[in-house]
């Protein structure tokens, strides 16, 4: 994983793989609060895809030029949530990324698709454990009005 993170609502321990109120491999503080207006973003966009999310928590990566996810599955929620296929909400925003998209098992056959920003990816149901990643960014490639570089992701999830 080469992205620099941030959480809101709950933190994502990198070195534990679990979820915590506070930031305990980082500076022990608190996470930020998830923006209500964020929670109903991710609301919307479920809802467009017929599923419901109550989101409490985000993940926010910062992908630059060189920023990439290896193959993973998002399986650090909680049981009840991971069993009911609360889906995962990603938004895009800043330079394309080529995202990885397998099946229940590592090994499965790999769609690779362009997420460019403004970009909304949504997986629940029975793709909730899907395989997934980002093989790289196509650096320049932000909207020139956004005036960045780099690209930010936001996945929204249900602990
Ligand atoms: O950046 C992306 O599109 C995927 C992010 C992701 O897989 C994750 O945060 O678990």
Request: glycine share 10%.
């Amino acid at each position: 994983m080469h992205v620099r993170m941030l959480c809101l609502g709950r933190h994502w321990n990198g070195r534990t793989y679990r979820y915590e109120p506070a930031r305990a491999d980082f500076d022990g503080l608190p996470a930020p609060p998830l923006p209500p207006s964020f929670a109903d973003l991710a609301r919307e966009a479920a809802s467009a895809c017929g599923m419901c999310l109550e989101a409490d928590l985000c993940i926010l990566n910062y992908y630059d030029a060189e920023g990439r996810m290896g193959l993973h599955q998002d399986k650090d929620e909680s049981p009840a949530s991971i069993e009911a296929g609360l889906p995962v909400v990603s938004v895009s925003i800043g330079d394309t990324a080529r995202f990885l998209f397998g099946g229940l098992k590592r090994r499965d056959p790999i769609d690779a698709m362009a997420l460019e920003s403004g970009d909304v990816f949504v997986f629940g149901g029975p793709a909730r454990l899907r395989y997934h990643g980002v093989s790289r960014i196509v650096a320049g490639t932000a909207p020139a009005e956004l005036e960045m570089s780099g690209r930010f992701n936001l996945t929204f999830r249900r602990y």
